[in-house]
């Protein structure tokens, strides 16, 4: 193979275990003078380890043969610092034929500066080998390691391969297959989500920051960048750069970054996008390690800014820095050892338990101000502008083991990574609660595309009910849920109780319970309108001790003889008593927020846990109740398990598979369909194709009667009129005059003879194929009003069994299926089986573009698949699948 074949696709920029980042490629011969200064910088004991013998400097010999590899049989990694390599990973395949024994394994071995010992390297050059290496037809690694390199015995054992081990003459024989296991995948995820939130976290718990661009002028953004730092009085030194001034608002300026005498963690860029390059190269030599830069004027304006903005974030990660932005409004966070608002928003949040990651700056100043005036109090905040490099993924990875945040919150105008954000998501899920607002439903702007992808709105749908995300409509109802859920507990169940001193707004709080599909845990409640601060609190102590309620709203209207503060305390009161599990929505003197009296001052000084939260109206109240009940039913459900059914043969469906030639995308034959289809156990109703009506009798009698007959053409077979159909054929004559009628319908005389199946309900079942996520399950009923409704409903790959039993059940018409009006309630454990069988078959099988099962005839017999269409095609990039690696810049990720 020619060296100079390159791999491209190989080519990753990788997060480190400490947070820091370096780009990982294919060695190539012009590497060969930096392999050579690489070499130099190892200590002795390093290349004794490395070459079991002292090897002080490398022969021209070995240095050609080391930098020139064929990328096939033998292949090395360079992971690089700037223009430094730092580690090298290879592997050589061993002696033997392709495809047999000895030909299907290499020998794998790495080295890694001494510097950058106990960064990951190696773990991560081991993903990366065994991605290509299996690319390439490999199956199995070997590797000698002197038994006292204990730390490389290590990154071997704790990869997450059935690894096994012989000792001869002080070397440790290791051997594996290279095939991903569910703890290799495990064990590199959990290594992902720490490396990730170690990126996060130096970026917003910075010892020392640089404002590039910091300006004496009150108008520039380099001016309030340095007053709101300063403002916040963050804990650490704060270096204004500014070529031209020798202070800033009374703080000593250094014309260059450079020229500063200390280290600077983070930088904040602001100064104009042409000037951006300087600056970024001045960042480089200096060592920072984060850069939020709040210039505009990148992607957003074109093909030329966006190409500025790939090159800022590929040099930062190849320098070992993350990036926020460009046209970020910046970041914060409110702990007390921090006190960080690197933001152009005036002000440094109260300090709360909730994280807010968007993408709009201008947004983002609305956001906090709203924040503010609801007093919902903030744990951290990122707004990462055009997302170059840092993402909302990265912010769920930092916020899953952040101890200072328990709810996490979201404006997604795009997605980057929907696959992976879907998998953190879940993830994180359980633990604590996110909310979600995707904007851009009907369009995506220029802007917004430069990174992100295009994703259907079933999708984004499907994504956020596997998620457990709740998904809201507008800020406002992101803000109402938010407050429940940072001041109150989850509800246990979904019944209400309703308290409060008016009838007419007690119903309709209890009217729109009922509409959400909440249940009522009595009558509301009304104390009356003249009744006091005590029974008003007794009624409330009343409704919270009912065994019977799982959830409390509380709606107030104050009389005019008695002020409304002292309803407040004593609602406060009972509130406060120990042991009160229940939360409480209320709708309290028409306040929008956390009124002062029902305030429980949290360590910042904002409302905290036990604050009860206040809605304007009483709908908006019950609404965001919903909305958390809905969640916590998530929460507390069986998470499932990821299932395999019994008799798949998936190594024959490859070889069905790959015997078709694909160029571009083709549905398969009826017989190629039906034979892929039972590779993986779901059997399609017997039939056969005929092309005469002797051929239809002859047929008939071998399937047995009674049998249908089915026009070939799709638009007579599928119409809701069932006129390309005929059922119920129980004889000879019968069969001759359908023939006869469907063969005249259309040009096409090859008609479908297939053996009845068992009466029942109509559903379709499909595989779809989404740019983004991969593949999507589908299921719903089949019929006219299912398909002008859309009632379907969709989940992505892979699907635990708990996935499945919620598909089948998701639809609106699904209670049919379940005994509506005391019919027969059809097979649901059938049903849920074949929808496993269509997710293995996507898994496998990422050719399969499309595939749809309809009718699929559901009854207590089971369910019989009675036509299927597979449509192949070339397969998809899947991202978020194979080894650990951040986006390209402007990329999914």
Not at 461 to 477: C, D, K, M, P, Y
Request: with cysteine.
């Amino acid at each position: 193979m020619d060296p100079f074949d390159y791999p491209r696709h190989w080519e990753a920029d990788v997060v480190l275990s400490d947070g820091g980042t370096v780009h990982l490629r294919p060695i190539t011969p012009d590497d060969a003078e930096k392999l050579l200064a690489f070499h130099g910088r190892l200590s002795e004991r390093t290349r004794y380890y490395r070459y079991f013998g002292p090897y002080p400097r490398m022969p021209k010999r070995d240095l050609e043969r080391f930098s020139t590899v064929d990328h096939a049989d033998r292949v090395a990694f360079t992971a690089l610092l700037g223009d430094d390599i730092v580690a090298v990973g290879r592997y050589d395949r061993l002696g033997g034929a392709p495809g047999s024994a000895g030909g299907n394994s290499a020998e794998v071995a790495f080295v890694v500066e001494d510097a950058h010992q106990g960064r990951g390297l190696g773990s991560i050059l081991l993903e990366h080998l065994a991605a290509a290496a299996r690319e390439r037809g490999l199956s199995r690694f070997t590797a000698e390691v002197l038994a006292e390199n204990g730390q490389m015995v290590r990154i071997f054992r704790d990869a997450g391969y059935g690894v096994s081990r012989a000792f001869e003459e002080g070397v440790v024989h290791l051997e594996f297959d290279i095939d991903p296991t569910e703890e290799s995948v495990e064990v590199a995820r959990a290594r992902e989500q720490a490396a990730e939130a170690r990126s996060v976290h130096n970026l917003l718990h910075p010892r020392s920051i640089a404002v590039i661009g910091a300006s004496t002028d009150r108008t520039k953004i380099g001016h309030a960048v340095l007053t709101h730092l300063l403002a916040a009085d963050f804990a650490g030194p704060v270096y204004p750069v500014n070529a031209e001034h020798r202070s800033v608002r009374g703080v000593r300026a250094y014309p260059s970054v450079l020229e500063i005498p200390d280290d600077v963690d983070l930088a904040v860029v602001a100064v104009p996008a042409a000037g951006v390059d300087e600056v970024m190269d001045a960042c480089l030599a200096k060592g920072v390690k984060a850069l939020v830069v709040v210039t505009s004027g990148f992607g957003e304006t074109g093909p030329g800014g966006l190409s500025a903005e790939r090159r800022l974030a590929a040099e930062a990660r190849a320098h070992g820095m993350r990036v926020v932005g460009p046209n970020a409004l910046g970041v914060l966070n409110t702990d007390a050892g921090v006190r960080l608002n690197a933001t152009l928003a005036p002000d440094l949040p109260a300090r709360g338990r909730t994280g807010f990651f968007c993408q709009s700056g201008a947004l983002g100043t609305a956001i906090l101000a709203t924040a503010a005036d609801r007093g919902l109090g903030l744990s951290t905040f990122v707004s990462a502008g055009n997302r170059s490099d840092v993402s909302g993924n990265d912010l769920l990875q930092y916020w899953e083991t952040d101890p200072a945040t328990d709810v996490v919150l979201l404006y997604l105008e795009s997605f980057g990574n929907p696959r992976k954000f879907a998998r953190l998501a879940r993830r994180l899920g359980r633990t604590k609660p996110i909310v979600a607002v995707k904007s851009g439903r009907h369009a995506v702007t220029p802007a917004l595309a430069a990174t992100s992808v295009p994703v259907d709105e079933s999708s984004v749908q499907a994504l956020f009910e596997q998620a457990g995300v709740i998904r809201v409509e507008s800020l406002a109802q992101l803000f109402d849920t938010a407050l429940l859920l940072a001041h109150q507990p989850l509800p246990a169940g979904p019944r209400v109780a309703v308290v409060g001193n008016s009838t007419a707004i007690g119903l309709l709080a209890a009217d729109t319970a009922l509409a959400q599909g909440l249940e009522l845990a009595g009558e509301p409640v009304d104390v009356g309108a003249q009744a006091g601060p005590e029974a008003f609190a007794a009624a409330v102590k009343e409704a919270l001790d009912n065994p019977e309620a799982d959830a409390l709203v509380v709606v107030f209207v104050p009389p005019l003889a008695v002020p409304g503060t002292s309803f407040a305390r004593a609602l406060r009161e009972v509130v406060e008593q120990g042991g009160r599990t229940k939360p409480i929505a209320s709708t309290f003197l028409a306040v929008e927020g956390v009124p002062a009296e029902l305030a429980v001052p949290g360590p910042g000084g904002a409302p905290g846990r036990g604050s009860v939260p206040s809605y304007p109206s009483p709908e908006r109240a019950v609404l965001a109740l919903a909305r958390v009940t809905r969640y916590a039913r998530w929460r507390s459900a069986p998470q499932g398990t990821f299932v395999r059914p019994d008799g798949i043969d998936a190594e024959a469906a490859h070889a069905i598979v790959e015997a078709q030639r694909l160029d571009g995308e083709r549905p398969l034959d009826d017989e190629t369909a039906e034979r892929l289809l039972a590779c993986y156990g779901v059997q399609v109703v017997p039939f056969r194709v005929v092309t005469s009506a002797d051929d239809a009798v002859r047929a008939a009698g071998e399937l047995g009667y009674p049998v249908a007959m089915k026009s070939t053409d799709d638009r007579l077979r599928h119409r809701t009129d069932l006129v390309g159909v005929r059922l119920d054929l129980s004889g000879e004559e019968a069969v001759r005059t359908a023939y006869g009628m469907l063969a005249g319908m259309s040009d096409r005389s090859d008609l479908y003879v297939q053996r009845m199946a068992p009466k029942g309900i109509s559903c379709v079942l499909g595989l779809q194929d989404d740019p983004s996520f991969g593949t999507l399950v589908s299921f719903g009923l089949s019929g006219l009003v299912s398909d002008l409704l859309g009632d379907r409903a969709y989940r992505a790959v892979p699907l635990t069994d708990a996935d499945a039993a919620a598909v089948v059940r998701a639809p609106k018409a699904a209670p049919l299926l379940a005994g509506y009006r005391g019919d027969e309630p059809a097979d649901l454990a059938a049903l849920q089986d074949l929808v496993l069988r269509l997710a293995a078959l996507a898994e496998d099988l990422p050719e399969v573009r499309e595939l749809s099962l309809e009718p699929v005839l559901a009854s207590a017999a089971g369910a019989y698949v009675s036509s299927a269409r597979v449509t192949l095609g070339p397969p998809p990039y899947r991202h978020d699948t194979g080894p650990r690696r951040l986006r390209s810049p402007g990329g999914a990720r």
